[in-house]
Protein backbone atom coordinates (compact mmCIF):
# COMPACT_ATOMS: atom_id res chain seq x y z
CA UNK A 1 0.00 0.00 0.00
CA UNK A 2 3.19 2.43 0.40
CA UNK A 3 3.63 2.26 -3.10
CA UNK A 4 -0.22 3.53 -3.82
CA UNK A 5 0.22 5.62 -1.57
CA UNK A 6 3.39 7.31 -3.11
CA UNK A 7 1.24 7.11 -6.29
CA UNK A 8 -1.53 8.93 -5.09
CA UNK A 9 0.75 11.92 -4.12
CA UNK A 10 2.58 12.50 -7.06
CA UNK A 11 -0.64 12.83 -8.98
CA UNK A 12 -2.18 15.26 -6.09
CA UNK A 13 1.18 17.03 -6.31
CA UNK A 14 0.78 17.16 -10.38
CA UNK A 15 -2.63 18.71 -9.88
CA UNK A 16 -4.58 15.57 -11.22
CA UNK A 17 -8.23 16.27 -10.47
CA UNK A 18 -9.85 12.86 -10.05
CA UNK A 19 -8.46 9.51 -9.13
CA UNK A 20 -10.23 6.67 -8.17
CA UNK A 21 -9.31 3.65 -6.43
CA UNK A 22 -10.93 0.04 -6.96
CA UNK A 23 -10.81 -1.43 -3.77
CA UNK A 24 -13.72 -3.55 -1.40
CA UNK A 25 -11.40 -2.47 1.39
CA UNK A 26 -12.40 1.13 2.44
CA UNK A 27 -10.81 0.83 6.18
CA UNK A 28 -7.39 -0.03 5.10
CA UNK A 29 -7.20 2.66 2.31
CA UNK A 30 -8.87 5.16 4.48
CA UNK A 31 -5.88 4.81 6.58
CA UNK A 32 -3.68 5.14 3.84
CA UNK A 33 -4.91 8.42 2.80
CA UNK A 34 -4.71 9.49 6.57
CA UNK A 35 -0.89 8.84 6.24
CA UNK A 36 -0.83 11.00 2.83
CA UNK A 37 -3.08 13.79 4.45
CA UNK A 38 -0.52 14.28 7.25
CA UNK A 39 2.36 13.58 5.09
CA UNK A 40 1.83 16.20 2.29
CA UNK A 41 0.08 18.30 4.80
CA UNK A 42 -3.52 18.30 2.73
CA UNK A 43 -6.73 17.97 5.06
CA UNK A 44 -8.98 15.42 4.44
CA UNK A 45 -12.66 15.21 3.59
CA UNK A 46 -14.49 12.31 3.68
CA UNK A 47 -18.15 11.60 2.17
CA UNK A 48 -20.39 9.07 2.08
CA UNK A 49 -24.40 8.75 0.97
CA UNK A 50 -25.19 8.17 4.69
CA UNK A 51 -23.26 10.36 6.62
CA UNK A 52 -22.94 13.52 4.13
CA UNK A 53 -19.77 15.93 4.02
CA UNK A 54 -16.98 15.38 6.87
CA UNK A 55 -14.44 18.33 7.04
CA UNK A 56 -11.15 17.31 8.51
CA UNK A 57 -11.59 18.01 12.06
CA UNK A 58 -15.20 15.10 11.40
CA UNK A 59 -17.68 17.93 11.98
CA UNK A 60 -20.78 16.71 9.08
CA UNK A 61 -21.51 19.26 6.62
CA UNK A 62 -25.15 19.82 6.86
CA UNK A 63 -27.69 18.54 4.02
CA UNK A 64 -25.04 16.97 1.85
CA UNK A 65 -25.84 13.58 1.66
CA UNK A 66 -27.19 14.04 -1.97
CA UNK A 67 -23.79 13.95 -4.15
CA UNK A 68 -25.19 16.84 -6.04
CA UNK A 69 -25.27 18.96 -2.77
CA UNK A 70 -21.47 17.50 -1.44
CA UNK A 71 -20.26 18.63 -4.92
CA UNK A 72 -21.73 21.77 -4.74
CA UNK A 73 -20.04 22.44 -1.41
CA UNK A 74 -16.95 21.20 -2.56
CA UNK A 75 -16.81 23.90 -5.40
CA UNK A 76 -16.86 26.56 -2.79
CA UNK A 77 -13.90 25.52 -1.01
CA UNK A 78 -10.69 27.21 -2.05
CA UNK A 79 -8.98 25.49 0.42
CA UNK A 80 -6.03 22.91 -0.45
CA UNK A 81 -7.28 19.27 0.19
CA UNK A 82 -8.06 15.95 -0.23
CA UNK A 83 -11.76 14.98 -0.98
CA UNK A 84 -12.34 11.03 -0.13
CA UNK A 85 -15.53 10.29 -1.58
CA UNK A 86 -17.12 6.57 -0.53
CA UNK A 87 -19.53 4.94 -3.18
CA UNK A 88 -20.02 7.50 -6.22
CA UNK A 89 -20.36 5.36 -8.26
CA UNK A 90 -24.42 4.51 -8.26
CA UNK A 91 -25.26 7.93 -9.16
CA UNK A 92 -23.20 8.23 -12.21
CA UNK A 93 -26.57 7.83 -14.00
CA UNK A 94 -27.48 11.29 -12.98
CA UNK A 95 -26.41 13.64 -15.56
CA UNK A 96 -26.27 16.53 -12.99
CA UNK A 97 -23.72 15.03 -10.90
CA UNK A 98 -21.53 14.12 -14.36
CA UNK A 99 -21.74 17.96 -15.07
CA UNK A 100 -20.87 19.19 -11.82
CA UNK A 101 -17.62 16.56 -11.89
CA UNK A 102 -16.75 18.28 -15.53
CA UNK A 103 -16.99 21.80 -13.58
CA UNK A 104 -14.94 20.77 -10.68
CA UNK A 105 -12.33 19.19 -13.04
CA UNK A 106 -11.14 22.05 -14.30
CA UNK A 107 -11.09 23.80 -10.54
CA UNK A 108 -9.47 21.37 -8.28
CA UNK A 109 -5.91 20.99 -9.67
CA UNK A 110 -4.83 24.98 -9.43
CA UNK A 111 -6.56 24.78 -6.14
CA UNK A 112 -4.07 22.06 -4.96
CA UNK A 113 -7.27 19.58 -4.32
CA UNK A 114 -8.35 16.05 -5.79
CA UNK A 115 -10.93 14.33 -5.45
CA UNK A 116 -9.93 10.58 -4.20
CA UNK A 117 -13.30 7.89 -5.29
CA UNK A 118 -13.19 4.69 -3.20
CA UNK A 119 -15.26 2.18 -4.63
CA UNK A 120 -15.47 -1.73 -6.07
CA UNK A 121 -16.09 -1.12 -9.35
CA UNK A 122 -14.82 1.34 -11.39
CA UNK A 123 -17.18 4.56 -12.48
CA UNK A 124 -18.04 4.32 -16.31
CA UNK A 125 -19.22 7.65 -17.00
CA UNK A 126 -17.38 8.18 -20.68
CA UNK A 127 -17.34 12.31 -19.72
CA UNK A 128 -14.84 11.56 -17.08
CA UNK A 129 -12.35 9.18 -18.43
CA UNK A 130 -9.76 11.42 -19.92
CA UNK A 131 -10.08 13.46 -16.36
CA UNK A 132 -9.93 10.23 -13.98
CA UNK A 133 -7.24 8.27 -12.80
CA UNK A 134 -7.78 4.77 -12.00
CA UNK A 135 -5.69 2.92 -9.62
CA UNK A 136 -6.84 -0.82 -9.02
CA UNK A 137 -5.77 -1.29 -4.89
CA UNK A 138 -3.97 -4.67 -4.38
CA UNK A 139 -4.90 -7.31 -2.01
CA UNK A 140 -2.13 -7.13 0.98
CA UNK A 141 0.97 -8.71 0.31
CA UNK A 142 2.80 -11.36 2.20
CA UNK A 143 4.82 -8.21 4.03
CA UNK A 144 1.12 -6.57 5.15
CA UNK A 145 -0.32 -10.19 5.61
CA UNK A 146 3.12 -11.03 7.97
CA UNK A 147 2.03 -7.64 9.96
CA UNK A 148 -1.34 -8.39 10.63
CA UNK A 149 -0.20 -11.80 11.76
CA UNK A 150 2.55 -10.90 13.60
CA UNK A 151 0.04 -8.41 15.65
CA UNK A 152 -2.04 -10.71 16.74
CA UNK A 153 -0.07 -13.29 17.88
CA UNK A 154 1.69 -10.57 19.80
CA UNK A 155 -1.87 -9.71 21.44
CA UNK A 156 -2.52 -13.21 22.38
CA UNK A 157 1.61 -14.13 23.34
CA UNK A 158 1.78 -16.83 20.84
CA UNK A 159 4.87 -17.84 19.29
CA UNK A 160 5.07 -19.77 15.92
CA UNK A 161 8.02 -21.11 14.26
CA UNK A 162 9.23 -18.93 11.40
CA UNK A 163 8.32 -21.61 8.54
CA UNK A 164 4.86 -22.71 10.11
CA UNK A 165 4.68 -18.12 10.25
CA UNK A 166 5.39 -17.91 6.43
CA UNK A 167 3.18 -20.82 5.56
CA UNK A 168 0.16 -19.32 7.26
CA UNK A 169 1.16 -15.85 5.35
CA UNK A 170 1.22 -17.60 2.08
CA UNK A 171 -2.22 -19.01 2.43
CA UNK A 172 -3.22 -15.99 3.56
CA UNK A 173 -2.51 -14.57 0.38
CA UNK A 174 -5.71 -13.63 -2.05
CA UNK A 175 -7.83 -12.62 0.37
CA UNK A 176 -8.71 -8.67 1.74
CA UNK A 177 -7.29 -7.79 5.07
CA UNK A 178 -10.31 -8.06 6.33
CA UNK A 179 -11.09 -11.91 5.54
CA UNK A 180 -8.02 -12.44 6.79
CA UNK A 181 -8.91 -10.98 10.31
CA UNK A 182 -12.08 -12.91 10.28
CA UNK A 183 -10.60 -16.21 10.01
CA UNK A 184 -7.96 -15.42 12.52
CA UNK A 185 -10.19 -14.82 14.72
CA UNK A 186 -12.21 -17.86 14.05
CA UNK A 187 -9.22 -19.98 14.56
CA UNK A 188 -8.57 -18.05 17.79
CA UNK A 189 -12.18 -18.62 18.84
CA UNK A 190 -12.26 -22.50 18.20
CA UNK A 191 -9.04 -22.55 20.36
CA UNK A 192 -6.76 -23.11 17.84
CA UNK A 193 -2.88 -22.00 18.20
CA UNK A 194 -2.17 -21.95 15.24
CA UNK A 195 -0.82 -25.24 13.95
CA UNK A 196 -0.77 -27.41 11.12
CA UNK A 197 -4.59 -28.62 11.33
CA UNK A 198 -5.43 -24.75 11.85
CA UNK A 199 -3.23 -24.12 8.82
CA UNK A 200 -5.56 -26.68 6.77
CA UNK A 201 -8.47 -24.95 8.11
CA UNK A 202 -7.18 -21.55 6.79
CA UNK A 203 -6.53 -22.78 3.73
CA UNK A 204 -10.21 -24.24 2.65
CA UNK A 205 -11.89 -20.92 4.38
CA UNK A 206 -9.57 -19.20 1.89
CA UNK A 207 -10.71 -21.62 -1.37
CA UNK A 208 -14.64 -20.80 -0.23
CA UNK A 209 -13.65 -17.20 0.06
CA UNK A 210 -11.78 -16.65 -3.67
CA UNK A 211 -15.06 -18.84 -4.94
CA UNK A 212 -17.20 -16.07 -3.92
CA UNK A 213 -15.99 -14.33 -6.79
CA UNK A 214 -18.31 -16.58 -8.87
CA UNK A 215 -15.72 -16.07 -11.45
CA UNK A 216 -13.01 -17.46 -9.94
CA UNK A 217 -11.62 -20.88 -8.48
CA UNK A 218 -8.39 -21.81 -6.65
CA UNK A 219 -7.22 -25.16 -7.65
CA UNK A 220 -5.23 -28.03 -5.15
CA UNK A 221 -2.67 -29.95 -6.63
CA UNK A 222 -3.10 -33.99 -7.57
CA UNK A 223 -2.06 -33.64 -11.43
CA UNK A 224 1.84 -34.20 -12.37
CA UNK A 225 3.19 -34.01 -15.79
CA UNK A 226 2.98 -37.75 -15.49
CA UNK A 227 -0.64 -37.76 -15.90
CA UNK A 228 -0.11 -36.10 -18.86
CA UNK A 229 0.79 -38.97 -21.98
CA UNK A 230 2.21 -37.05 -24.98
CA UNK A 231 2.87 -33.54 -25.66
CA UNK A 232 6.78 -33.79 -25.44
CA UNK A 233 6.96 -30.35 -27.21
CA UNK A 234 5.03 -28.45 -25.15
CA UNK A 235 6.58 -30.48 -21.92
CA UNK A 236 9.99 -29.60 -22.81
CA UNK A 237 8.94 -25.77 -23.67
CA UNK A 238 7.64 -25.93 -19.92
CA UNK A 239 10.79 -27.16 -18.48
CA UNK A 240 13.01 -24.56 -19.85
CA UNK A 241 10.39 -21.85 -18.74
CA UNK A 242 10.21 -23.54 -15.10
CA UNK A 243 12.93 -21.47 -13.73
CA UNK A 244 11.82 -18.27 -15.18
CA UNK A 245 10.67 -16.35 -12.15
CA UNK A 246 13.77 -16.62 -10.58
CA UNK A 247 16.32 -13.68 -9.72
CA UNK A 248 19.04 -16.07 -11.27
CA UNK A 249 16.86 -15.88 -14.02
CA UNK A 250 16.40 -11.80 -14.10
CA UNK A 251 19.99 -11.49 -13.88
CA UNK A 252 20.78 -13.94 -17.05
CA UNK A 253 18.63 -11.41 -18.92
CA UNK A 254 15.20 -12.85 -19.07
CA UNK A 255 12.11 -11.90 -18.76
CA UNK A 256 9.86 -13.27 -16.33
CA UNK A 257 7.23 -16.04 -18.78
CA UNK A 258 4.19 -14.40 -19.80
CA UNK A 259 1.77 -17.36 -20.60
CA UNK A 260 0.87 -19.78 -22.41
CA UNK A 261 -1.88 -19.98 -25.18
CA UNK A 262 -3.49 -24.16 -25.75
CA UNK A 263 -5.56 -24.68 -28.77
CA UNK A 264 -6.56 -28.38 -29.86
CA UNK A 265 -8.97 -30.57 -29.88
CA UNK A 266 -11.52 -31.50 -27.37
CA UNK A 267 -10.20 -33.96 -24.53
CA UNK A 268 -6.81 -33.98 -25.72
CA UNK A 269 -5.11 -32.79 -22.24
CA UNK A 270 -5.55 -28.93 -22.43
CA UNK A 271 -6.82 -28.39 -19.48
CA UNK A 272 -4.68 -31.10 -17.86
CA UNK A 273 -1.48 -29.39 -18.95
CA UNK A 274 -2.85 -26.45 -16.84
CA UNK A 275 -3.21 -28.14 -13.74
CA UNK A 276 0.03 -30.17 -14.22
CA UNK A 277 2.33 -26.89 -14.78
CA UNK A 278 1.22 -25.30 -11.67
CA UNK A 279 1.67 -29.04 -9.67
CA UNK A 280 5.36 -28.84 -11.72
CA UNK A 281 6.14 -25.38 -10.99
CA UNK A 282 4.99 -25.63 -7.19
CA UNK A 283 2.83 -22.24 -8.02
CA UNK A 284 -0.93 -21.44 -6.38
CA UNK A 285 -3.35 -22.50 -9.40
CA UNK A 286 -6.84 -20.13 -10.15
CA UNK A 287 -9.51 -20.99 -12.88
CA UNK A 288 -11.44 -18.44 -14.43
CA UNK A 289 -14.45 -19.53 -15.40
CA UNK A 290 -14.73 -16.90 -18.44
CA UNK A 291 -18.41 -17.99 -19.52
CA UNK A 292 -19.95 -17.23 -16.10
CA UNK A 293 -17.62 -13.97 -16.02
CA UNK A 294 -19.62 -12.61 -19.62
CA UNK A 295 -22.58 -14.18 -18.75
CA UNK A 296 -22.69 -11.48 -15.89
CA UNK A 297 -24.99 -8.46 -15.93
CA UNK A 298 -22.48 -6.10 -17.24
CA UNK A 299 -19.75 -6.85 -14.84
CA UNK A 300 -16.90 -8.77 -17.18
CA UNK A 301 -14.45 -5.43 -16.34
CA UNK A 302 -15.13 -5.74 -12.72
CA UNK A 303 -14.68 -9.66 -12.97
CA UNK A 304 -11.54 -9.09 -14.76
CA UNK A 305 -10.40 -6.60 -12.12
CA UNK A 306 -11.08 -8.77 -9.18
CA UNK A 307 -9.54 -11.79 -11.29
CA UNK A 308 -5.90 -10.27 -11.68
CA UNK A 309 -5.80 -8.62 -8.27
CA UNK A 310 -6.41 -11.93 -6.37
CA UNK A 311 -3.59 -13.32 -9.10
CA UNK A 312 -1.35 -10.57 -8.52
CA UNK A 313 -1.41 -11.16 -4.63
CA UNK A 314 -1.00 -15.06 -4.89
CA UNK A 315 1.88 -14.12 -7.66
CA UNK A 316 3.92 -16.03 -8.66
CA UNK A 317 0.82 -17.88 -9.86
CA UNK A 318 -0.91 -19.86 -13.05
CA UNK A 319 -4.24 -18.29 -14.09
CA UNK A 320 -5.99 -20.86 -16.53
CA UNK A 321 -8.75 -19.53 -18.28
CA UNK A 322 -10.31 -22.12 -19.58
CA UNK A 323 -12.17 -21.63 -22.86
CA UNK A 324 -11.17 -18.40 -23.55
CA UNK A 325 -13.12 -18.28 -26.37
CA UNK A 326 -16.46 -18.74 -24.93
CA UNK A 327 -16.22 -15.01 -23.54
CA UNK A 328 -13.97 -13.46 -25.51
CA UNK A 329 -15.13 -14.13 -28.76
CA UNK A 330 -17.97 -11.56 -28.90
CA UNK A 331 -19.54 -9.80 -31.66
CA UNK A 332 -17.96 -7.93 -34.23
CA UNK A 333 -14.32 -9.55 -32.32
CA UNK A 334 -14.42 -7.06 -29.72
CA UNK A 335 -14.53 -9.10 -26.95
CA UNK A 336 -16.61 -6.82 -24.27
CA UNK A 337 -16.12 -3.64 -22.28
CA UNK A 338 -12.78 -5.18 -20.47
CA UNK A 339 -11.41 -6.80 -23.14
CA UNK A 340 -8.97 -4.11 -23.71
CA UNK A 341 -8.41 -3.31 -20.34
CA UNK A 342 -7.18 -7.24 -19.96
CA UNK A 343 -5.10 -7.05 -23.14
CA UNK A 344 -2.51 -4.04 -21.79
CA UNK A 345 -3.01 -5.89 -18.17
CA UNK A 346 -1.22 -8.96 -20.21
CA UNK A 347 1.49 -7.18 -22.13
CA UNK A 348 2.32 -4.88 -19.28
CA UNK A 349 1.41 -6.79 -16.30
CA UNK A 350 4.60 -6.66 -14.00
CA UNK A 351 3.92 -9.49 -11.29
CA UNK A 352 4.66 -13.04 -11.82
CA UNK A 353 0.96 -14.49 -13.16
CA UNK A 354 2.04 -17.03 -15.22
CA UNK A 355 -1.32 -17.05 -17.79
CA UNK A 356 -2.51 -20.70 -19.61
CA UNK A 357 -5.75 -20.08 -22.14
CA UNK A 358 -6.91 -23.19 -23.24
CA UNK A 359 -9.63 -22.83 -26.56
CA UNK A 360 -11.44 -25.55 -28.83
CA UNK A 361 -11.99 -23.22 -31.39
CA UNK A 362 -9.84 -19.64 -32.23
CA UNK A 363 -11.01 -18.12 -35.02
CA UNK A 364 -13.75 -16.21 -34.03
CA UNK A 365 -11.41 -14.86 -31.45
CA UNK A 366 -9.58 -10.85 -32.16
CA UNK A 367 -6.48 -11.57 -33.74
CA UNK A 368 -5.24 -8.85 -31.47
CA UNK A 369 -4.94 -11.37 -28.35
CA UNK A 370 -3.07 -13.73 -30.02
CA UNK A 371 -0.27 -11.39 -31.04
CA UNK A 372 3.24 -11.99 -29.70
CA UNK A 373 3.84 -10.42 -26.27
CA UNK A 374 0.31 -11.49 -24.60
CA UNK A 375 1.58 -15.26 -24.57
CA UNK A 376 5.20 -16.16 -25.31
CA UNK A 377 3.77 -18.92 -27.30
CA UNK A 378 1.03 -20.48 -28.91
CA UNK A 379 0.91 -24.03 -29.26
CA UNK A 380 -1.62 -26.61 -31.16
CA UNK A 381 -2.92 -29.99 -29.14
CA UNK A 382 -3.41 -32.24 -32.12
CA UNK A 383 -5.16 -35.95 -31.29
CA UNK A 384 -2.78 -38.17 -30.05
CA UNK A 385 -0.16 -40.55 -32.43
CA UNK A 386 0.19 -43.89 -31.66
CA UNK A 387 3.23 -43.68 -29.45
CA UNK A 388 1.11 -41.04 -27.19
CA UNK A 389 -2.16 -43.54 -27.47
CA UNK A 390 0.16 -45.97 -26.12
CA UNK A 391 1.33 -43.72 -23.13
CA UNK A 392 -2.17 -42.96 -22.38
CA UNK A 393 -3.65 -46.15 -21.84
CA UNK A 394 -0.58 -46.93 -19.56
CA UNK A 395 -1.16 -44.00 -17.54
CA UNK A 396 -4.99 -44.92 -17.21
CA UNK A 397 -4.20 -48.57 -16.40
CA UNK A 398 -1.99 -48.05 -13.96
CA UNK A 399 -4.40 -45.22 -12.52
CA UNK A 400 -7.09 -48.37 -11.66
CA UNK A 401 -3.78 -50.94 -10.47
CA UNK A 402 -3.60 -53.02 -13.71
CA UNK A 403 0.10 -53.76 -15.26
CA UNK A 404 -0.03 -52.27 -18.37
CA UNK A 405 2.52 -55.37 -19.31
CA UNK A 406 -0.05 -57.50 -18.98
CA UNK A 407 -1.92 -56.16 -22.06
CA UNK A 408 -1.14 -56.19 -26.08
CA UNK A 409 -1.27 -52.48 -25.53
CA UNK A 410 0.13 -52.10 -29.17
CA UNK A 411 -2.73 -53.42 -30.99
CA UNK A 412 -4.90 -51.39 -29.18
CA UNK A 413 -3.26 -48.11 -29.63
CA UNK A 414 -3.44 -49.19 -33.26
CA UNK A 415 -7.24 -49.56 -33.04
CA UNK A 416 -7.83 -46.63 -31.50
CA UNK A 417 -6.95 -43.86 -34.43
CA UNK A 418 -8.58 -40.88 -34.05
CA UNK A 419 -9.55 -41.39 -30.45
CA UNK A 420 -8.70 -38.04 -27.97
CA UNK A 421 -6.87 -38.78 -24.56
CA UNK A 422 -10.53 -38.78 -22.90
CA UNK A 423 -11.99 -41.32 -25.44
CA UNK A 424 -8.75 -43.51 -24.77
CA UNK A 425 -9.73 -43.30 -20.57
CA UNK A 426 -13.24 -44.32 -21.76
CA UNK A 427 -11.67 -46.97 -23.57
CA UNK A 428 -10.31 -48.46 -20.41
CA UNK A 429 -13.51 -47.33 -17.89
CA UNK A 430 -15.56 -49.44 -20.32
CA UNK A 431 -14.05 -52.11 -20.67
CA UNK A 432 -13.41 -52.57 -16.94
CA UNK A 433 -17.23 -52.30 -17.02
CA UNK A 434 -17.71 -55.64 -19.16
CA UNK A 435 -15.17 -57.22 -17.57
CA UNK A 436 -16.30 -56.70 -13.86
CA UNK A 437 -20.13 -57.09 -14.81
CA UNK A 438 -18.83 -61.22 -15.35
CA UNK A 439 -16.82 -61.24 -12.70
CA UNK A 440 -13.62 -62.01 -14.30
CA UNK A 441 -10.29 -60.33 -14.70
CA UNK A 442 -9.80 -57.50 -17.63
CA UNK A 443 -8.02 -59.29 -21.23
CA UNK A 444 -7.04 -57.73 -24.07
CA UNK A 445 -10.47 -58.63 -26.18
CA UNK A 446 -12.55 -56.03 -23.69
CA UNK A 447 -10.14 -53.18 -24.33
CA UNK A 448 -10.45 -53.73 -28.50
CA UNK A 449 -14.53 -54.69 -28.17
CA UNK A 450 -14.49 -51.07 -26.55
CA UNK A 451 -12.78 -49.17 -28.76
CA UNK A 452 -14.53 -50.58 -31.77
CA UNK A 453 -17.80 -49.54 -30.39
CA UNK A 454 -17.18 -46.30 -29.91
CA UNK A 455 -17.71 -43.68 -32.56
CA UNK A 456 -14.89 -40.89 -31.52
CA UNK A 457 -15.91 -37.18 -31.64
CA UNK A 458 -12.95 -36.66 -34.28
CA UNK A 459 -14.92 -38.97 -36.98
CA UNK A 460 -17.80 -37.16 -36.27
CA UNK A 461 -16.24 -33.61 -36.30
CA UNK A 462 -13.69 -34.41 -39.10
CA UNK A 463 -14.39 -31.57 -40.83
CA UNK A 464 -14.01 -29.22 -38.80
CA UNK A 465 -11.23 -30.75 -37.45
CA UNK A 466 -9.32 -30.45 -40.79
CA UNK A 467 -10.47 -26.88 -40.84
CA UNK A 468 -8.54 -26.05 -36.93
CA UNK A 469 -5.45 -28.02 -38.50
CA UNK A 470 -5.39 -25.42 -41.60
CA UNK A 471 -5.43 -22.81 -39.63
CA UNK A 472 -2.92 -23.76 -36.46
CA UNK A 473 -0.38 -25.29 -39.71
CA UNK A 474 0.96 -21.88 -40.09
CA UNK A 475 0.19 -20.23 -37.04
CA UNK A 476 0.98 -22.40 -34.22
CA UNK A 477 3.42 -25.04 -32.65
CA UNK A 478 2.53 -28.86 -32.53
CA UNK A 479 2.25 -29.61 -28.87
CA UNK A 480 3.90 -33.09 -30.29
CA UNK A 481 7.16 -33.83 -31.55
CA UNK A 482 7.06 -35.41 -34.90
CA UNK A 483 7.67 -38.78 -34.19
CA UNK A 484 7.97 -40.10 -37.82
CA UNK A 485 11.34 -37.99 -37.83
CA UNK A 486 12.28 -39.81 -34.82
CA UNK A 487 11.37 -43.40 -35.85
CA UNK A 488 13.18 -42.82 -39.19
CA UNK A 489 15.94 -42.03 -37.71
CA UNK A 490 15.74 -45.06 -34.76
CA UNK A 491 14.86 -47.60 -37.73
CA UNK A 492 17.37 -46.68 -39.66
CA UNK A 493 20.27 -46.97 -36.90
CA UNK A 494 18.90 -50.34 -36.01
CA UNK A 495 19.44 -51.20 -39.57
CA UNK A 496 22.21 -53.87 -40.62
CA UNK A 497 25.15 -52.52 -42.42
Known sequence: MKDIRKRIALLARARYPFIQLITHEEARVERELEKLSEGEKLPLWRWTATQGLRTPDGETVAETTEPTAMLDHISQLRRPGIFAVFDLHPHMHDPRVVRHLRDLARSLGPRRQALVAVSPIPILAPDLQKDTTVIDVPLPDATGVGHVLKVLLKSRRIELPSDRFARFVRGSLGLTENEIKRLYARILLAGGRFTDSDLDQLIEAKRHAIRRSRFLELWEGG???????????????????????????????????????????????????????????????????????????????????????????????????????????????????????????????????????????????????????????????????????????????????????????????????????????????????????????????????????????????????????????????????????????????????
Open 223 to 497: TSMGDVGGLANLKRWLDQRQAGFTAEARSFGLPEPKGVFLLGVQGCGKSLIAKAIADQWHLPLLRLDVAALFRSAGGEQVGLRETVRIAESLAPAVLWIDEIEKGFAAEGGTGGEGFGWFLTWMQEKTRPVFVVATANEVRALPPELLRKGRFDEIFFVDLPNVHERLGILEIHLRRRDRDPHKFDLIRIAEETEKFSGAELEQVVIAALFAAFAERRPLHDGDLVDAAREMVPLAITMDDRLKDLREWARPRARPATLDRRRIDFFSDWAEAPT
